[in-house]
């Protein structure tokens, strides 16, 4: 099997096992299972099963085997549910996961497989003895079936019902058909069954089971594959997808569908029997059988047997061969109907097929690709800037502003691109989320402590690439908080708490940011312990302790080998978690706080720039040098007047009281110690900015130009510097360099407001 494969199966793979993950949670919260949660743990671990034997995952489709037959056996009624149960199912997909990961990295040991293997068959030989589960309430049945049109799996049904049409198209013209051949028809029609069951089409399933079976004892040498069957397997796919599509409908007939399912499993019996007889047999003599009967029949070579075995081929509902029929022969109109008055007919909705609604689905695209093409969209406008470059130098010659304005339109029509495929790049914060909840719950049994995940800011957009990379560091600060910072529920009620700590994950877009919080209501940061270890690791000295604050103290837990645990354990101890999650969130362009009290927890707050592409910024002078602020970062720009500029404190610092209210000033200059334009502040420009809800005025020298930057990362391509978020080319062909007010706010505030 190819590596694609096995590729696009651990994407998918990964996705169902989220899918299970929120379910067991779920389940675990209540205490008991809904029908609707039951048949989707029954269809992803169906999925799971046929599509990773499919792709050669043999161990680890062996594993969710027993798990599916269990989840079979709660489906059917044959299986109590209690918290035991629960607990079973969740610590078993998390050895699932395992298996899977081990597999798919060729690192499996098999002696420990077959040792969790038995174990896990003899746990459920163990749960079954329980009593037979209770029905469940009428009002967690379901009155409707619910057909689950996820696109991504209509696009892949679709897909395997063209694979396989295609490869029983080339089967025609085979002559002996091989072992290869065999076994992939089997794997697509056992990969579409499975899709088919997880999109809950159980009519599509049943039949498709019957061409499975058929072509499993043609893999298994058990009947002789020939042309005679891979005509009727043609046929019998053309049936399957007409029973998909009248099922997405709600359409079935079932009296036409037994029909079918009971033709095809006679067929297959009347086959396997010829075959072990070793006879030969046709499915029909030419094609006019097939277009003028609404039934043939499969005859042996021996004629003058009255053995025949009737097929129908009148798909359900044929409408379209209706249809052909009247166009090609319609019926004489007479004179009377001539003259009759038309009757209204009624409007019946358009048939929904698998095929109409796969059209517009979704497809799976490598994030490289999609960086690429962002890439190429920056290229654009780096070059629409040059060229805007020479046109202003063009006009000012030619006094001719034409192909100025021809540019405005290209420059529109790139916006309009960067803007679509960003939104290809962004992805909800929900994806990120739902990854938790399993963690927490396996640390609240491992550290006996209880612990209540909130969530806040779901639907808050991120770029793709940012996801990916804050996967770590979130962990590491949940585990750390989850190890360190929540106490055990006694000593919380001792201290007048409640038992029950919360730990809540909030998003928010602010200020051209991407603003993460994690905070707790533990026992806050041990700022003395983590301040003695650090002195004693080297990493300050005990001069450098007196003058820092709690919260700088607290920041020194992000030190390379620093821990204040007492003894190494699983989750906690080492001293290098939090080093990788400062390091991880510096290389997305990113900086983390950390607020801290005794007694009332900890907040800890990552700030990242929104996209790591294009923004739109405003030149500013500051001094001699040219920098660009992000536009969004701007609330307001204005020239103060005399009367708006106040003094306070003995150095006599300036602020901004603008309408009533009072706005401390940053003088950028001072800032990156360059000479200013204008000594007198009403003679300079101020920029009115919020961070965290506190406003601050910017002073600069002068606005010029907007423009439209493509960012480029100053960490990997030189250092960090303080002020400064990321560089950009610029039309000339110079390097612009983009302020990092967020950064310059905070450095500013603890030197000057402290």
Request: hydrophobic share 40%; charged share 30%; with cysteine.
């Amino acid at each position: 099997m190819s590596d694609s494969m096995k590729d696009f199966f651990a994407e998918e793979a990964q996705e169902i096992f989220e899918s299970v993950e929120s379910i067991l949670i779920r389940v675990e919260e209540h205490g008991s299972f809904i029908t609707e949660d039951i048949n989707a743990l029954f269809r992803d671990m169906h999925t799971l099963k046929g599509s990773s034997n499919a792709v050669g995952f043999e161990y680890f489709s062996r594993y969710v085997h027993y798990l599916e037959t269990f989840m079979e056996d709660i489906r059917s009624s044959k299986q109590i549910v209690n918290p035991k149960v629960i607990d079973f199912i969740i610590d078993s997909s998390d050895e699932m996961q395992i298996i899977f990961e081990d597999e798919l990295n060729s690192k499996l040991d098999l002696e420990k497989f077959e040792i969790t293997l038995n174990n896990l068959i003899n746990k459920i030989k163990n749960l079954n003895n329980s009593e037979v589960k209770e029905e469940l309430k009428p009002s967690e049945k379901k009155k409707k079936k619910e057909i689950h049109l996820n696109k991504a799996y209509l696009g892949e049904f679709v897909d395997l019902v063209n694979s396989i049409n295609d490869s029983l198209e080339a089967g025609t013209k085979i002559i002996v058909y091989d072992e290869e051949f065999l076994r992939e028809l089997f794997r697509y029609v056992h990969t579409l069954k499975g899709t088919a069951l997880f999109m809950n089409l159980e009519y599509t399933s049943n039949y498709l089971h019957s061409i499975e079976t058929l072509l499993d004892m043609a893999r298994d040498k058990e009947i002789i594959y020939s042309k005679e069957i891979n005509k009727y397997l043609i046929f019998a796919m053309a049936i399957a997808q007409d029973i998909a599509d009248d099922e997405i409908n709600d359409d079935v007939d079932i009296s036409e569908y037994d029909k079918h399912l009971k033709d095809v499993e006679e067929n297959i019996k009347n086959i396997i029997a010829d075959s072990k007889l070793n006879k030969g047999y046709e499915l029909f003599h030419d094609k006019s059988d097939l277009e003028n009967h609404e039934s043939f029949v499969l005859f042996e070579e021996n004629k003058s047997k009255e053995k025949s075995i009737e097929i129908s081929t009148r798909p359900i509902k044929n409408l379209k061969k209706n249809l052909l029929e009247k166009i090609v022969n319609p019926e004489p109109i007479k004179k009377e109907e001539i003259t009759e008055q038309p009757k209204q007919q009624e409007i019946k909705p358009v048939k929904q097929t698998i095929k109409r609604m796969a059209a517009s689905s979704s497809i799976r695209v490598g994030l490289d690709k999609i960086d690429f093409l962002m890439n190429r969209v920056g290229d654009l406008v780096i070059t629409k800037s040059m060229l805007f470059e020479y046109s202003k130098e063009l006009a000012e010659h030619t006094n001719n502003r034409g192909l100025e304005e021809r540019l405005e339109i290209i420059d529109r029509e790139i916006r309009e691109l960067q803007e679509a495929v960003m939104s290809v790049r962004m992805t909800p914060m929900d994806s990120v989320y739902q990854k938790f909840p399993k963690i927490i719950r396996d640390l609240n049994k491992k550290l006996n402590k209880k612990v209540e995940l909130l969530f806040d800011g779901e639907n808050v957009e991120i770029d793709k690439l940012m996801m990916e990379g804050l996967m770590d560091p979130l962990t590491h600060i949940i585990r750390n908080s989850m190890d360190h910072g929540f106490e055990t529920p006694e000593v919380r009620e001792k201290l007048g708490k409640n038992p029950t700590g919360t730990l809540k994950i909030s998003t928010i877009q602010e200020s051209g940011h991407i603003i993460i919080s994690i905070i707790d209501d533990g026992a806050g940061i041990n700022v003395k312990k983590v301040c003695q270890k650090a002195i004693e690791n080297g990493v300050i000295s005990e001069d450098d302790a007196l003058v820092m604050d709690d919260n700088e103290k607290s920041m020194l837990i992000f030190a390379p080998g620093l821990s204040t645990a007492d003894e190494v354990s699983d989750i906690s101890g080492r001293g290098v978690g939090m080093d990788v999650v400062q390091n991880n969130i510096n290389t997305l362009g990113g900086y983390i706080k950390i607020q801290t009290r005794k007694n009332k927890g900890t907040t800890f707050k990552i700030v990242l720039p929104l996209t790591l592409a294009i923004l739109d910024g405003l030149n500013v002078e500051i001094g001699s040098q040219v920098f660009i602020m992000p536009l969004n970062m701007i609330l307001e720009s204005l020239q103060p007047t005399k009367d708006m500029i106040k003094y306070v404190g003995d150095e006599d610092k300036e602020i901004l009281m603008l309408r009533d209210e009072f706005i401390p000033i940053i003088k950028l200059h001072e800032f990156f110690s360059l000479e200013p334009r204008y000594e007198k502040l009403e003679n300079a420009m101020l920029i009115v900015t919020q961070i965290d809800m506190n406003k601050v005025a910017l002073l600069v020298d002068n606005f010029l130009e907007k423009e439209q930057i493509v960012v480029k990362s100053l960490d990997k391509n030189y250092r960090k510097i303080d002020g400064i978020s990321a560089a950009t080319i610029r039309g000339n062909g110079s390097i612009g360099l983009i302020l990092d007010i967020m950064n310059i706010v905070d450095i500013r505030m603890e030197q000057s407001w402290s």
